[in-house]
């Protein structure tokens, strides 16, 4: 069975500080890998693709993926009560694979 | 860009009766979307895969009789609940892909179904 673990929090973090999000998968083939945010009552949104190990800056977001500790996790840098909000990993065997979620992280940012 | 739609935006509905849900890709043509279906403080649960022109594909343990799901055109895909129990009550989301990349998805505003 494949599965997609992440803490389910809640993370609290001061405005202003770096908020760290973990995800482990167990899948060893998965080649792609998203971080969505979802807001209550809303559904996800796309924030950040990686498809290669190293890390992805976008923004105050960052990605970073290590295949071979099959671990990928998001950084959020001087964070904001609006990024208070679930996320969610999500991980494909490929271009062509179907989406496996994890669970999803509470952020909660406080001001 | 990469632009969603779902409708309706909520809906109840009695039980044994059937429901329609509307999914739009708004910007971009979809060859493939996907529906999903979450449960309170639980993670999107894919239910099928649809593709334009051809029947979709279902997860296992969800009723293809139960959940039709018509994808007639490259920007429209319809998920019908059929004869809807209250379990049933849930957060329905479409998903759809605008490029070559199945994984990338973007997701509709889901829609809220209450069967009572």
């Known amino acids: 069975q494949k599965e997609v673990e992440q803490n389910s929090g809640p993370l609290s973090v001061p405005e202003g500080a770096i908020a760290s999000l973990n995800c482990t998968y167990s899948d060893r083939v998965s080649q792609s890998f998203f971080w969505y945010r979802q807001y209550s009552g809303k559904s996800p949104e796309l924030i950040m693709s990686i498809y290669s190990n190293g890390d992805k800056e976008d923004g105050r977001f960052t990605a970073q993926l290590n295949k071979a500790s099959q671990y990928v996790s998001l950084l959020i840098r001087d964070s904001q009560p609006s990024d208070s909000a679930t996320y969610l990993c999500a991980v494909s065997q490929g271009s062509q694979g179907n989406l496996i979620f994890g669970k999803g992280t509470k952020l909660s940012v406080k001001p | 860009g990469a632009v969603v739609s779902q409708h309706p935006s909520w809906v109840i509905c009695k039980s044994g009766t059937s429901v329609k849900i509307e999914c739009r890709s708004l910007d971009f043509q979809a060859t493939t979307m996907f529906w999903y279906r979450q449960f309170p403080k639980q993670s999107l649960m894919l239910m099928a895969t649809?593709?334009?022109?051809?029947?979709?594909?279902?997860e296992q343990g969800v009723e293809k009789d139960k959940f039709l799901i018509n994808h007639a055109s490259l920007t429209l895909s319809t998920l019908t609940v059929t004869s809807a129990h209250p379990e049933d009550s849930s957060f329905y989301i479409c998903?759809?892909?605008?490029?070559?990349?199945?994984?990338?998805?973007?997701f509709g505003p889901g829609t809220r179904l209450t069967v009572t």
């Open positions: 998903s759809a892909s605008p490029g070559g990349r199945v994984d990338e998805q973007y």
């Open positions: 649809s593709n334009e022109g051809s029947k979709a594909t279902y």
